[in-house]
């Protein structure tokens, strides 16, 4: 399932293509030129906002892009190329935190990692994170497996693995973050929220891609 950036994103990447800014993307669609605005993106309430479908198809219209480059661009906003495939490394979730799996920036090290064959992805540090358990439910059930990006830029309402310096690794959502200290939701509302010290956060990174 695509997100609301990973959308947005779509149509910043289209403008971008035609040399265009999100106005004059809008503008040559027909709509009105504040349509695709950052500052429309989400409401005075915090709610998001999404692009409908009309002004979508109206934009493809009029740049000649056929459905097939949107949905390109989505996947390739999520760090993802069609029709190339590589070997990325791969464990489990459990044994994600023993010494030796990860060096101190996130990266995937050390001889315990299978590999996984996967549509090519941007980051040459990707791997891949096999789940066990019900602690994410309802967002990650027994058997997943998600795609994490250490190169990516990592922003407050991402899904996210993060190792603490204790050795623990988990999967959560990035709710805030500050210069002193994270805060992460449990996909599980039976699982708590976690706050941790910035001081205990070894390192986090983006879950680009999950199967479900």
Known sequence: MFT???I???LDALASRHDLTPSGLA???GLDATTFNKSKRTGADGRKRWPNTESVSKVLEATGAPVEEFVDLLIQGRGLSQGVKRLIP????????VGGIFDDAGFSVGAGWDEVEFPHIKDE????????????????????TVIVSPNSDVRRGDRVVVKT???EVMAKLLARQTANFVELASFNPEHENRVLDIEEVEWMARIVWASQ
Request: with cysteine; net charge negative.
């Open 90 to 97: 791969v464990i489990g979730l459990a044994q994600a935190g």
């Open 4 to 6: 609301h950036r990973d």
């Open 125 to 144: 540090n990707c791997y891949a994170l096999e789940i066990t358990g019900d602690s994410m439910l309802p967002v990650f059930r027994d058997g997943d």
């Open 165 to 167: 310096t204790e050795g």
């Open 8 to 10: 947005w994103d779509a």
């Open 27 to 29: 503008r040559k669609a």
